[in-house]
């Protein structure tokens, strides 16, 4: 299944949920366009909800990458929600964990923003 | 498809839809040969990202070249090659993903989860052009002697 994504505003916050697969093509194109809207729409306080997510490959990792580093450069922050195992255990292994502000609970995601 | 019992060969475009049919070839090789879902799960995304690799980077996207993918199935472990038509490269050419400097690049993490996930890594510049990336997996101790199941994939 491609990526599939619907947002919810919280305050100053922004909750994606995402489903199906971020890989080569279509689904990191769709991750891209979907932080890049969001941010030219003002929204850099962003929670990317991962949980339904089962597949990501290395595009998928570089293009999660690519989304913190663009939102950082706004002057936002982008943080991760739900991590399935099989993400977890990639975020481990190429020691993205702790790049990633990473939570298990979306209330204390939401209000751990600093600003 | 060429299919015998202990070697099978794949030709595929250089599409971006070949990434995806040679993970799901893996995947039914995988589980043809006694690897469990998770075995599967990393054998498949290895293969994907040599394909990726091969797609990107080795052939540039162009359609004219060809993926080959081969898998032998020998006595005790499994020995994938992805081969492309590009120029080649060395392994030991490619940045650590994990020096410092590298952690927040968008790219160049497909060998080291290849490296992660499987026994064994190499890449050769073989006579015939291109680079060919060599994996080498076991196969569970749950399985038989003798390498079955493959004859159809």
């Given amino acids: 299944m491609d990526l599939k994504a619907t947002n919810r505003d919280i305050g100053s916050a922004t909750v994606v949920d995402i489903s199906g697969r971020i890989t080569l093509g279509e689904g990191s194109a769709a991750l891209r366009t979907l932080v890049r ?10 929670v990317l909800n991962l949980a339904d997510v089962n597949y990501i490959d290395s595009s998928g990792i570089g ?8 939102v950082k450069k706004e002057g936002g922050e982008l943080k991760l929600l739900n991590l399935t195992k099989k993400i977890h255990d990639l975020l ?17 995601a939401v209000s751990s923003f600093t600003s | 498809m060429r299919v015998s019992t202990q070697r099978i060969e794949v030709t595929l475009e250089t599409l971006l839809e070949s990434v995806d049919l040679a993970e799901d070839i893996t995947l039914r090789v995988a589980n ?7 075995q599967g799960y990393r054998i498949g995304m290895s293969v994907r990202e040599a394909v990726i690799n091969a797609y990107s980077y080795g052939n540039n996207q162009d359609r004219a070249r060809r993926i080959f993918v081969v898998f032998e199935l020998l006595p005790a472990h499994m020995v994938i090659h992805v081969r492309d038509q590009g120029a080649g490269f060395r392994l030991e050419d490619v940045p650590d ?15 080291f989860l290849i490296r ?20 080498t997996k076991r196969y569970p ?3 038989a002697a003798s390498p079955a199941g493959a004859s159809e994939a």
Avoid at chain 2, 116 to 135: C, H, K, N, W, Y
Wanted: net charge negative.
């Fill in chain 2, 32 to 38: 043809a040969v006694g690897f469990d879902e998770e």
């Fill in chain 1, 92 to 108: 481990l292994i190429t020691k993205l964990f702790t790049v990633f502000d990473v939570h298990t609970d979306e209330q204390k």
């Fill in chain 2, 116 to 135: 992660s996930f499987m026994d064994g890594l190499d890449v050769t510049r073989p006579q015939s052009g291109g680079a060919e990336v060599i994996m």
């Fill in chain 1, 37 to 46: 809207q969001l941010l030219d729409h003002g929204r850099k306080q962003i």
């Fill in chain 1, 63 to 70: 293009e999660l990458v690519s989304s913190f580093t663009a």
């Fill in chain 2, 141 to 143: 101790a749950s399985r």
């Fill in chain 2, 97 to 111: 993903p994990l020096a410092e400097e590298n952690l927040l690049k968008t790219s160049g993490r497909g060998l």
